[in-house]
C-alpha cells in the first residue's frame, strides 16, 4: 500500500521525527526519568554522608557535650560517675562575674585586634613587595612560611627563651646597645605585647599565602591602564589593590580573627596567663580552669568556651552581611 492510500484510509504515518522510527510514548519516558532522578538523588546523598557524619561527629556532638558541661555542676567526682546536678546558667553568671572576667575580655580584645592588625599590615606589605617576582622572590617567599610550618610548641618555646630576662637574646641586643634589661614574660607592663610580638611573628605567614594569591588574581592590564593614565604606584595601591583585593581581605581578616581568638598554646607555653592575669585571655582562662594547676572545674572551663563561640559566630555573621552589601554595590 502507498503513502497516499495510507492517507486515504485515514491511518497517519506512525514514524518518529529522525529515522522513521516508532516515537515512544510520552507515559513509557516518565518512569525511567523518575527511576534517574532517585538515582542522583541517591548518588548525591552518598557523597554528602561522609561530610555529615564528620560535622556531626566532631562538630555538632562537642558543641552539644560543651553546652551541656556549662549547665551542669561538672566535679571530677561527678565526671567520673556520671551524675552532675545541673545548675543553669549558674556556671555563666559566675564566670561573668568572676574578678578575671573584665581582664580576660579586654586582653582578648587588644591580643585579638593587635595581633591581626600588624600579621595583615605586614602581610599585605611582603605578598605587594613578592608580586614583582624578581629573582630568588620565590626562596624568599618560602622562607617566610617556615614560622607556619613549625609546630606551635617549638616556636612558642624559642620566643620564651629569646625573651627570657638573664639570658634572653633579645635583651643582650638591648644591652649591647646601652639599653636597660625588660622583663618580658614576668612584668605585668610586657607580658601582654611580648605575647603579642610572637604572635604576630607566627601569623605573618598566613597573612602572606593569602594576600599573594589575591593579588596575582588581579589582571595586570588594570595596572597597565593605569600607568598609562598617569597614577604613581601610590595611587594605583589605593584605587586598585586594596579595592579589587577586599574580598581577599575580608576572609583573611575574618580566619586570623576567629584563630587568633582561640589561641592558647602560645600564651600558655610563655607567660600562661600570667604574672596573676596581666596576659590572660578568655582562651587561656578556660584551659587553665580546667587543665591548669589545682582543682580541674570543667563546668565554668566549658562557659567560657561558649562565650567565645558567640563572639566568634557574632563576627561571621557581620562578615556575611557586609559582603552581601560588597555584592549588591
Known sequence: MTTTS???SGHAPECGAAGGRPA????GRRPRRRAHDSARHWAAVGFAAPLLAYLAVFYAYPLWRNIELSVHDYTVR?????????????????????GSFGTALVNTAVFTLVSIGFQYAIGLALAVFFHANFRLSGVLRALFLVPWLLPLIVSSSTWAWMLNSDHGIVNSVIEAFGGTQINWLTSPDTALAAVIIANIWLGVPFNLVILHAGLQQIPAEVYEAASLDGASARQRFWRITLPLLRPVSAITLLLGFIYTLKVVD????????????????????????????????????????N?????????????????????DA
Open 6 to 8: 495510507r492517507e486515504a
Open 266 to 305: 602560645v600564651v600558655w607555653i610563655m607567660t600562661t596567663g600570667g604574672p596573676g592575669d596581666a596576659s590572660l585571655t578568655l582562651a587561656v582562662w578556660s584551659y587553665r580552669e580546667a587543665f591548669g594547676t589545682g582543682q580541674p572545674d570543667f563546668s565554668p572551663a566549658a562557659a567560657i568556651g
Open 24 to 27: 515512544a510514548p510520552a507515559w
Open 307 to 327: 562565650l567565645l563561640i558567640v563572639i566568634a559566630l557574632v563576627f561571621g555573621f557581620v562578615h556575611l552581611r557586609m559582603q552581601r552589601r560588597w555584592e
Open 78 to 98: 561527678a565526671f567520673v560517675q556520671g551524675d552532675p546536678a545541673f545548675a543553669g546558667f549558674e556556671k555563666y553568671a559566675e564566670v561573668l562575674a568572676s
